[in-house]
């Protein structure tokens, strides 16, 4: 599992599972991913908020680039899989 660690992935499903109902803010989600290899210093020119819309930014990047490389779009089978 931690061969495969992607901190950012981490701080996305944290802000969906905590940000979602409200009880953490995207602050306190990213002060707690920094000791787990977040590379992130806070200036008055980037926030928390606008560090998470990065992310999700490289993420679908990421993706996008990933099913290119592999032939275009998942094609789901007969079995829905």
Known sequence: MFSNFDINLA?????AWLGN???HSCYEIVI????YGL????TGEK???QLINE???KVNQKSESSSKSKG???R??????
């Open 39 to 42: 590379k992130f210093q806070f």
């Open 21 to 23: 109902p409200l009880q």
């Open 55 to 57: 992310i999700i930014d």
């Open 47 to 49: 926030n928390s908020v």
């Open 32 to 35: 707690a991913a920094i000791p």
């Open 11 to 15: 701080i996305l499903a944290c802000v």
């Open 76 to 81: 789901i089978n007969a079995k829905g899989v």
């Open 72 to 74: 275009g779009k998942k």
